[in-house]
């Protein structure tokens, strides 16, 4: 049974920013990130909410740019295709704020759950004879694993940061992923 995390993971990150203010301003802000595994860059929307001084909870979502590939098929024929990958990544964080004292920086490691979807598309090749055959094989597959890494944030001004986060994703599909962003108060 194939179990779809998007609806779940919508209704936490829903629930999360629209209950009343816990002890901070809640932030939400946009981040690119390149995948270590596809080796592309993405794109992704990430939540901050600050639970007290030391904790705070990230959930957040990132989308990758497909890559194709080209790769030799089993068999006598020496054919090739060409394999498309997409990548999309859920992700749900605590952050645990290191005291440094040092005004609008703030150091954060990070450990938290992480859902991927891998969708892999092969095409182009002349197996079939029908040429309205596009895609010949068409593989989705998804994991369920951990994320631990650190973050760096520096307030620009009030309600605004900018943030730069490492981290490694364990799972089937495991990867670094780096990412750069910025973050506004709600």
Do not use: C, W
Request: charged share 15%; no cysteine.
């Amino acid at each position: 049974m194939k179990i779809n995390f998007l609806p779940l993971f919508l209704a936490v990150f829903t629930v999360f920013f629209f209950l009343p203010k816990v002890q901070a301003q809640n932030e939400l802000g946009f981040k690119t990130a390149y995948s270590s595994e596809l080796q592309t860059f993405g794109g992704g929307v990430r939540g901050v909410l600050h639970i007290n001084e030391s904790f705070s909870f990230s959930p957040e979502i990132a989308a990758f740019l497909p890559v194709s590939n080209t790769i030799l098929l089993p068999g006598e024929g020496n054919e090739t295709a060409s394999l498309k990958t997409r990548l999309v990544l859920f992700n749900a964080d605590f952050h645990y704020n290191l005291d440094l004292y040092i005004p609008d920086f703030n150091i954060y490691l990070l450990a938290g759950f992480n859902y991927t979807d891998v969708d892999k598309r092969l095409s182009g090749t002349e197996l079939f004879q029908d040429t309205s055959v596009n895609d010949v094989f068409d593989v989705r597959e998804s994991g369920i694993g951990a994320n631990l890494g650190f973050g760096v944030d520096y307030t620009i001004r009030t309600g605004l940061k900018v943030f730069a986060e490492p981290k490694y994703v364990f799972n089937d599909f495991s990867q670094f992923i780096f990412s750069l962003g910025i973050t506004a108060s709600l």
